[in-house]
């Protein structure tokens, strides 16, 4: 079995965002970590691998520094990354990206395909089901287990207060939510091994079957109208009072605003 498990590096909004001129975020600038939701789906991955001896890679589209989150996941396990880094590539949407990383994954061999459910840094959840589309493949998302029967894959999908339960012929897409899983560690040997190991890297010219009018910033329908750092909250209302009319003013104000 082959899995391949799309990742993004996102930016540690802990330490602030910042932006360049023309909207779009200055990824150079930023403090980054691996997108939550996609390292669900690496540890999903690798749990298959640990079952069934998958064959797991990891792929991400991103500037050059956005290797550290494939030696991340190769840390955790993952047998191979691949960098798809072009400056052609730079400021694409959610089109852009789910037709850049469609190119570089027709150029792989896979039975199961697993991106995060969306990015903390645009939670559009969006590429991954755009990415199927383009390959033409079934997808389930935002899944919250996984199992595999057979050449199918069975998902519980999260919807509101239940779940459905799919079943999909591979190959398809899946896309991870961060409560799939409780991802494990990177271990030392596996650290020493993933700074040693040799990545993949590809540019424009290795994608497959894509138009130059569907990348990067020219090829990205979406256009950004504002973009700010997040709102820093005022101090409030305040007020000095004794513990019965404390009480009754937090009660007051819950009523006011109907939660109570």
């Not at 993004?8 to 930023?30: E, Y």
């Not at 998902?155 to 509101?160: M, N």
Request: contains cysteine.
């Amino acid at each position: 079995m082959k899995v391949v498990v799309c990742i993004k590096q996102v930016p540690d909004t802990k330490g602030g965002v910042k932006f360049n001129p023309d909207g779009t975020l200055d990824r150079a600038a930023m403090m980054t970590i691996m997108n939550p939701d996609d390292k669900a789906g690496v540890e999903a991955a690798l749990r298959l691998k640990d079952q069934y001896g998958a064959e797991v890679t990891v792929v991400t589209m991103g500037l050059p520094k956005a290797e550290d989150v494939l030696r991340e996941a190769m840390a955790m396990g993952a047998d191979k990354g691949v960098l798809v880094t072009d400056r052609v590539l730079g400021g694409a949407d959610t089109w852009a990206t789910s037709q850049t990383l469609a190119g570089a994954l027709r150029n792989m061999e896979y039975d199961l395909i697993i991106t995060g459910r969306q990015a903390i840094d645009g939670d559009t959840a969006q590429v991954g089901p755009q990415i199927s589309e383009h390959l033409n493949i079934p997808v389930i998302s935002y899944a919250q287990n996984l199992k595999i029967e057979g050449d199918s894959v069975i998902v519980e999908r999260q919807y509101d207060d239940r779940y459905h339960v799919l079943k999909a012929k591979m190959p398809c897409l899946i896309t991870a939510l961060a409560e799939l899983n409780e991802p494990r560690y990177m271990t030392p040997g596996g650290i020493f091994d993933a700074c040693k190991a040799e990545l993949t890297v590809w540019g424009r010219a290795d994608l497959k079957d894509v138009e130059d009018s569907n990348l990067g910033l020219k090829g990205s329908p979406t256009q950004i109208a504002k973009a700010s750092d997040k709102v820093r909250k005022g101090a409030g209302e305040k007020v000095a009072l004794d513990p019965a009319e404390a009480v009754d003013y937090i009660v007051g104000k819950l009523k006011e605003k109907h939660v109570i």
